[in-house]
């Protein structure tokens, strides 16, 4: 099994999708990730457990803080896709969000639409800080697997910095 994962930014907020390979390619910018994979599986693992920092930040933001956007996974009869959650709120178990993005490989869901998930069950985290990536495990493992002039190009895209 793989995971697809795409890159595609909305304003201040990165956008990723992961799903089960299908016959044909989605639209977008995808990688392959297989489910496997130790770096992205280290990656959702580590922001499951710091989670606590994001949800500390999120409760009481600072002034230079924004974009906070988490990214759950969205299983949809035998595919699954990795999909970030804008204007973000956590009653103290689960977040509520927005999708961010278009669906590629499921269609239960769409742009705009509000739904829950639980802390224990998301992908990933992510805000800024003084334009400067908080979080963001899964968007740091697929950046370091570009090549170098890939890599530069996809930062130069970028409304903040990854360091």
Known sequence: MVRRIGLLLVAVTAVAGCGK?????PPGNFTVVADDDPRMNAAIEKAR????KFTAALRSPKARQSGFSVKVPIADGGQTEHMW??????DGQKFRGKINNDPQMVSKVKLGDEITAEAAKISDWMY?????LVGGYTIRVLREALPADKRAEFDK?????ID
Do not use: I, M, Y
Request: aromatic share 8%.
């Open 49 to 52: 457990a710091e989670v606590g």
């Open 85 to 90: 959650l804008s204007d973000v709120r956590f």
């Open 157 to 161: 895209g970028l409304p903040f910095v």
């Open 21 to 25: 390979t299908g016959s044909s390619e």
């Open 128 to 132: 800024l800080e003084n334009r400067k």
